[in-house]
């Protein structure tokens, strides 16, 4: 009896370390990786996070620091700011973002403390975007559910997820999470719950947690 309790006590300590390093990615040979090259990550910018393979860029991204996060946003903003064509009003709708980005933004405690907030002011300046802009969701999505810094770069992820989704599933022991259930987009599908949750990567300003696959 003694023996079999200290085999469960095993499973159970092994089972919930296992589980706790899945920090970057549900898929274990994606969050090996990052795992294993994470302080290569450090000098990244938000044009070689953009570059990287879809399923790659969120596990990259919570390889970052909160301050580190922050940056890489700012950094996207800045560069529509800078190379899209908008109106004056289209500029000082997504200008509205580097403020909305304050200091302690990716902090923790202050997504769950501003979490009911930051749904009311997603949800007002996609409101604006869509109703008053005239964006298209696919556009919206581009600018605050995306880390690309080029439409383009968008327009090329669902035949670049589906086959790294084909690659990474031979050796994959859990489907890697892509979006969050409540607020993310899926351009032509939904977000459907998953059996793995990570932190931060998906959603709004990719602050809020990833728990469920495109299909």
């Known amino acids: 009896m003694k023996t079999i309790c200290t085999i469960l006590f095993c499973v ?6 296992r589980q706790n390093l899945m920090e970057y990615s549900c898929d274990p040979v994606i969050n090996e990786y990052i795992s294993n090259h994470r302080s290569e990550y450090t000098l990244f ?3 070689d996070l953009a570059a990287s393979e879809p399923l ?3 596990a990259i991204f919570r390889s970052f620091t909160p301050e580190k996060k922050r940056d890489i946003l700012l950094q996207k903003v800045k560069y529509l700011l800078d190379n899209e064509t908008y109106t004056d009003t289209e500029y000082a709708h997504v200008g509205k973002l580097l403020n909305h980005l304050h200091e302690n933004y990716f902090s923790k405690e202050n997504i769950e403390l501003e979490a009911s907030l930051r749904s009311k002011y997603a ?4 409101s604006f975007a869509k109703n008053s802009l005239g964006w298209s969701d696919r556009y919206i ?5 995306r880390m690309y810094i080029k439409q383009s770069q968008f327009d090329n992820e669902i035949a670049a ?4 989704v084909r690659k990474a599933s ?4 859990s489907d890697p999470c892509g979006c969050n259930t409540v607020a993310d987009f899926c351009v032509s599908s939904i977000c459907n719950s998953g059996n793995c949750q990570l932190s ?3 959603g709004w300003m990719w602050s809020e947690t990833c728990n469920g696959q495109c299909r």
């Open 141 to 145: 999505a581009f600018v605050v559910f």
């Open 45 to 47: 910018t938000v044009n």
């Open 170 to 173: 031979a050796n994959s022991e």
């Open 161 to 164: 997820l589906k086959s790294i």
């Open 56 to 58: 790659l860029q969120q």
């Open 123 to 126: 949800t007002e300046w996609i």
């Open 12 to 17: 159970l300590v092994f089972s919930s370390c």
């Open 200 to 202: 931060t990567g998906c």
